[in-house]
């Protein structure tokens, strides 16, 4: 990261871009949206405190913040032992405008605007009016390309080869003005050069997470995620799902919300129980079917249709009424097969139990949650925000 620097006459969007994605390349996080504060808790003199806590640590009503801290969004303040502190306002409801507003006092910093000016605050009055005006759009512009890299964004655009700001508002955090900035500007890169996809290691922090989140779809009965190509819902057997699609993104994310997580047991590549799920006997090979000591079936794979008789351990191993794809092996918590919805051989021999019977268990337990804890994981999303 340069610290060479000098005020120049106009912003520097390539440096505040290069800058942006540097920081998110090396703050070691996989999934989004990115995480602002973390990036901030880990930079050794640089801090973040809320306008509340300002406020109750000396005495001031909010309007009295606002006018000390010369903001009401947020603001950088660099100390005179060379500690920085970022303020924000946390009485902002809107989520994705607060999450800039922390991004745009972080790109202050990071692109060194104080040391520049030698200025402990930069407000308005402090600066002349083309100073103030380069490290603003400075500073917007590094808040936009670290909240929503356009390489990220590219990689949902590879699977669903168009986006729309609704997508990018709820997987990126964004505010919707901010998102909508994000479509322009890949939108004004495509016409004036057909660039459709631009490349960053950063990508390879992200890209299995991203993946995951556009490939997937979540089954409306029983509330699980899988894969897109899969046929059925491997808990339940159904097909009433809603895909992660740009079309339907912003409903796969909030019912996503709701996904719940069942039973089943740890496989090896060889999609075999390292541990029989009836006796526990631990001492299995990678490649046995049955289990010595009790004899279950310890490689969970498709039956087919319901079998009308009682069948055996061996019985079940030696099965062919199951489908191609089901005989090679399943999830360890797959009731049916998610290529043809024939039923597992772990759910016939009843070592998983049923989803419904798990799924009312499941529902029990939160109803029995505080609210204080069910209010702690919600997520509030507004759009129309001014950054």
Same mark, same amino acid.
């Given at each position: 990261?340069?610290? #060479? ?164 508002? !709820? ?17 004004? $890169? ?28 979540? #089954? ?15 808990? #339940? ?34 999609? $075999? ?27 969970? $794979? ?34 049916? #097969? ?6 597992? /051989? ?25 609210? /204080? ?5 919600? $997520?509030? !999303? ?6």
């Amino acid at each position: 990261m340069t610290t #060479c620097r000098s005020i120049t006459n106009s912003p520097d969007y390539a440096y505040a871009q290069s800058i942006a994605y540097d920081t998110v390349l090396t703050c070691n996080q996989k999934n989004l949206p990115i995480s602002v504060k973390k990036i901030i808790r880990d930079i050794p003199n640089l801090h973040i405190q809320k306008y509340t806590s300002f406020a109750k640590k000396n005495d001031l009503t909010l309007d009295e913040v606002y006018e000390e801290l010369d903001s009401e969004e947020g603001c950088l303040w660099m100390r005179k032992d060379g500690q920085f502190i970022i303020f924000y306002n946390d009485t902002v409801s809107n989520i994705g405008r607060s999450r800039f507003t922390i991004a745009h006092e972080l790109g202050h910093y990071l692109l060194k605007h104080n040391e520049l000016t030698k200025k402990t605050n930069l407000s308005r009055y402090s600066l002349s009016e083309s100073e103030y005006d380069i490290f603003e759009k400075e500073a917007n512009y590094f808040a936009k390309r670290l909240l929503a890299p356009i390489p990220l964004v590219d990689t949902y655009l590879v699977n669903w080869e168009t986006i729309t700001a609704e997508c990018i508002e !709820f997987a990126f955090d964004t505010s919707y003005t901010v998102a909508l900035h994000i479509i322009n500007d890949i939108d004004k $890169r495509y016409r004036n050069s057909n660039i459709v996809r631009e490349h960053h290691p950063m990508v390879n922090n992200f890209i299995d997470f991203i993946n995951r989140d556009s490939q997937t779809k979540l #089954c409306l009965t029983c509330k699980t995620l899988q894969p897109t190509k899969e046929k059925f819902c491997k808990i #339940c057997s159904g097909k009433n799902f809603l895909e992660s699609a740009y079309k339907t993104y912003t409903s796969f994310y909030l019912e996503r919300t709701n996904e719940m997580k069942y039973s089943g047991f740890k496989l090896n590549e060889f999609y $075999r129980a390292t541990t029989c799920p009836k006796c526990g006997n631990e001492q299995l090979t990678e490649t046995q079917n049955a289990c010595q000591v009790c004899g279950t079936n310890i490689m969970n $794979r498709c039956l087919g249709e319901m079998p009308e008789y009682p069948m055996t351990p061996s019985e079940t191993i030696q099965s062919s009424g199951g489908c191609g794809q089901g005989q090679y092996g399943l999830s360890g918590d797959a009731r049916f #097969c998610p290529f043809c919805g024939g039923i597992t /051989s772990f759910y016939y021999q009843r070592l998983l139990k049923s989803w419904e019977d798990e799924k009312e268990e499941q529902e029990k337990r939160l109803q029995t949650l505080p609210n /204080s804890f069910s209010n702690n994981t919600s $997520r509030v !999303f507004a759009s129309g925000a001014t950054n």
